[in-house]
């Protein structure tokens, strides 16, 4: 490992941060050279993204690669440790491409109050607090970043949100910081409990060995503080009014990453540190899942808003990730990684669509559109590829997410019941049939026909130059991985083996996930 890439993951973590604070030394009547500023900023970030994906081993992607590991806290043992592996790779990937996109889309497509100074400020900090979360390896240093979004996304809600924007950034601010507190008092039970550090290798060595009901109550705090986050059903009431108020880029960012929060602190921290009690946590995981995938899917059917049915699609996708993690076998993870980075791509993207009819129509009332092939062809066109995508179509990226995660349902990890499992896998599969009517209904809706009255003499413009730039890559990506899905499964397969397998025989089971049939795809 040459000098450069001990700096590397935390110059991907803290450039945004610099170029945050550049741009409060640029007057605010200087848009241009804010814009500028924060988008070469971005790319900077993604630039060095790119060079660890280039020097990335990937014959061990479940080492911990790139990694810094310096003294940070000492009077709490707290440790300045960052490093990738094959799981946090993707994720850090879709973070350092999703947030330049969302600024090329923002050139033109600022909110009011227009302050592209504060704006695009805000988008970077975001930046900063996700890259983070995805490389930390200290749970100290992983609430400090995960917590580090909060604050931005509740002004970017509260200032440039909806009418009802108040409610839903206060909404999302005290259900949030409820489950961190929680959050919070596991990390420091784990800490006390289990050899007096933080370090999340460390802790996966030393904490499964801990009693089981002392196993059971910690994750109880872990499962509050995730759950919330991803969100999951009951706990999933402030993500539909924080997606409908949120501008559009606040509703991406929301979507296409922050989301992922949650389901990673699962797989990085959740499941391997306290494997006895993921066991006994699982059958009800997995019920709530299921539940979410049905209640959200039953919600978009109901909505007469586009972008609240895009919102409710995430509770019912993001219960498939759920699923996948409720088996707690090395097939469903990979699945849930997958579908994480699926979501991330096409919600994305939905959310963009959704924010640029409401641009050119002033409305996102579904019953007031129609038509949107006939006066904006191309933006009609890409919101139906996207919808068939989130369908789950055969051959694009969320059918690699959904199937797999299903399919790993029906051999859990040993010691979980494999009939209840089982109905879970027929009622998900049930889901993504509520999945297809609800998004071609959309789509029939807002595409088809004649425009309506009151817009049919208007014109409409069909997708802009920065539409095109900020879409293109994620359009493309959601093909790619769609027919090569090996290009995530070879990243994330080794380490879920590894972490998965090594939490649970620590924990003295027999390795999950073994009763798949022969050749199950580690990589798919």
């Not at 030393?206 to 002392?214: F, G, I, R």
């Not at 707690?328 to 939905?350: Q, R, S, W």
């Not at 026909?449 to 014109?459: A, L, R, T, V």
């Amino acid at each position: 490992m040459n000098g450069f890439d001990h700096w590397v993951l935390s110059g991907a973590i803290f450039i945004p941060g610099i170029g945050a604070a550049l741009m409060l030394l640029i007057p605010a009547a200087e848009e241009t050279l804010i814009k500028a500023v924060a988008l070469l900023t971005s790319l900077a970030a993604m630039g060095f993204g790119i060079y660890v994906f280039a020097h990335f081993n990937y014959d061990h992607t479940s080492a911990l690669q790139m990694a810094v590991n310096r003294n940070w806290i000492d009077v709490i043992h707290a440790r300045y440790h960052i490093g990738v592996d094959g799981i946090s790779l993707p994720l850090m990937g879709l973070t350092l491409l999703i947030v330049p996109l969302c600024i090329i889309y923002s050139w033109d497509h600022f909110p009011e109050p227009h302050n592209p100074k504060a704006f695009l400020s805000l988008v970077l900090l975001l930046e900063v607090g996700m890259t983070g979360t995805f490389l930390a390896q200290d749970l100290i240093l992983f609430f400090v970043f995960f917590e580090l979004v909060l604050l931005p996304m509740y002004f970017m809600i509260g200032v440039w949100g909806g009418p009802n924007r108040q409610y839903a950034s206060i909404k999302f601010f005290l259900f949030t910081l409820f489950g961190s507190a929680l959050m919070i008092l596991s990390f420091l039970a784990l800490y006390f409990k289990a050899g007096n550090t933080f370090d999340i290798p460390t802790l996966i060595h030393n904490a499964s060995s801990l009693p089981h009901n002392t196993q059971v109550l910690i994750f109880a705090g872990l499962f509050m503080g995730f759950a919330i986050k991803v969100p999951m059903v009951p706990f999933h009431t402030w993500l539909p009014d924080a997606h409908t108020e949120a501008p559009t880029v606040g509703s991406v960012i929301l979507a296409a990453v922050l989301l992922k929060l949650g389901t990673y602190g699962f797989i990085r921290i959740a499941i391997p540190i306290l494997p006895d009690a993921a066991k006994t946590w699982a059958p009800w995981i997995g019920l709530l899942a299921v539940i979410g995938i049905i209640y959200g899917a039953l919600n978009c059917l109901a909505q007469t808003d586009l972008k609240r049915l895009v919102a409710f699609s995430s509770v019912a996708h993001m219960g498939f990730v759920m699923l996948g993690i409720a088996t707690l076998t090395t097939y469903g993870i990979n699945a849930a990684i997958f579908g994480m980075v699926a979501h991330g791509l096409i919600t994305g993207m939905l959310f963009f669509c959704a924010g640029s009819i409401q641009e050119r129509f002033g409305t996102r009332e579904i019953a007031r559109l129609g038509g949107l092939l006939k006066q904006a062809p191309r933006l009609g066109w890409i919101l139906g590829f996207c919808a068939f995508a989130s369908l789950g179509l055969p051959g694009l990226a969320g059918f690699w997410g959904e199937f797999p995660a299903i399919l790993s349902s029906y051999a859990p990890a040993v010691g979980l019941s494999t009939g209840a499992f089982r109905t879970y896998m027929v009622v998900a599969a049930i889901g993504t049939v509520f999945a297809a009517g609800y998004l071609l209904w959309m789509y029939q809706r807002t595409a088809f026909g004649n425009p309506k009255s009151e817009f049919e003499h208007e014109h409409i413009h069909d997708v802009h130059i920065p539409e095109y730039l900020a879409w293109a890559p994620l359009l493309v990506l959601i093909v790619v991985l769609g027919i090569v899905p090996s290009l995530i499964f070879r990243q994330t397969d080794g380490p879920v083996h590894t972490t998965v397998t090594a939490a649970f025989t620590q924990s003295g089971e027999p390795p999950p996930g073994q009763a798949l049939p022969a050749q199950a795809p580690r990589s798919p």
